[in-house]
């Protein structure tokens, strides 16, 4: 299952469109362009009822249900066959573990979801990240970040273009915590050789089908020499195993990587890592490339996937006032469209949002303009 979402929705821009052969249709005039969109819309609204496809949706908090709304109006827009079971969970407060119990069993029954972000609080006395605990029950190992420089929109650093593979069940959320001693915290990294080959298999298997040449393993090895070394001393030997395919393999301490990403980013092609310093260089790759607001992402597992923006924001501070930028969102939701093989519609939803972001015309406050998440989703359906 995992394999399927190896492709790389980003590594170019589509131009996919739709024509009818005038010579197969003897009895009608030749079509116009517009004419062929308004056939095709038509012919997957009659066909949706039976192709449609049951997707877990979980909006999520903050921001969650704005963004949400946009890839479903778009889709509605499309015919994408798709049928929403949606659960308005929430980690607001811990009232709402009955409602995540039954998202995760529509997870597990559709094996598709797509998803905005959990809040999680910080207090002890909270509940447990829901988030990590549905990567952690579902065994969706491999959390996937794609860092890309978008034409139209210039940051300081232009064409980069790297994607992070996050290991995404163990390291130091384990979530394996006890208090030893009053005012003494012991807290447990568990890594693991099993999950280490895992996740590094992925992120050569990655590289070999998305025509990269390098993949990098970050780690801190040098001071956590059991954990660390265990992590880099597997990633080493399955690199061996790949050294045929030609792709090159090197390690980064995870100090000087947050370095060198903000320094010479164009250096990294693939990176691997444990948890925690996925979670820490993502958001680094998301302020290379724009902000959170544009960079998608998946976890997948080899029965499950579960999609959803790769910088994993809440954004409470914004919620309720469309002013979200559901770019991201939109396209974490066409990676799920070419999972399940949809590649047409989501070539073409990716294709309007590349256009609507080069085009510089609507743009969300986050990237520089006063457009509303309503009219950055309202310019994309034009776009299709």
Known sequence: MAGILLTYILSGFYDFTFRTEPRLLPFLHPITADESVMLRNA?????????????????????????????????????????????DVSGMSSSGEALFKQAMESLKRNRVGLKGILFTPISPSGHISWNVAMRQQLDIYASVVLCKSLPGFPTRHSNVDF????????????????????G?????????????ERISRFAFDFALKNNRKKVTCVHKANIMKLGDGLFLNTFR????????????????????TSMQLVARPGQFDVMVMPNLYGAI???????????????PGCNVGREYALFEPGCRHVANDIMGTNRANPAAMILSATM??????????????????????NSGKVRTADMGGSATTSEFTSAVIQKL
């Open 163 to 182: 994607a992070i593979i996050r290991e995404n069940t163990e390291g130091e959320y384990s979530g394996l915590e006890h208090q030893s001693y009053p």
């Open 184 to 196: 003494v915290v012991e807290s447990l990294k568990v890594s693991t050789r099993a999950k280490a």
């Open 43 to 87: 012919l997957f609204a009659a066909a949706r009822p039976l192709l449609a496809q049951s997707v877990t949706l979980i909006p999520g908090d903050g921001i969650g249900a704005e963004i949400t709304d946009s890839v479903k109006e778009i889709f509605d827009h499309v015919n994408a066959p798709i049928e929403w079971e949606q659960y």
């Open 237 to 256: 030997r399955v690199a061996e195993e790949y050294k045929s395919s030609g792709i090159e393999f090197n390690d980064m301490i995870v100090d000087n």
């Open 281 to 295: 260089v993502s958001n680094i790759g998301a302020a290379l490339v724009g902000g959170p607001g544009i960079v």
């Open 336 to 357: 799920m469209l070419r999972h399940l093989g949809l590649d047409s519609i989501a070539n073409s939803i990716a294709t309007a949002t590349f256009d609507v972001i």
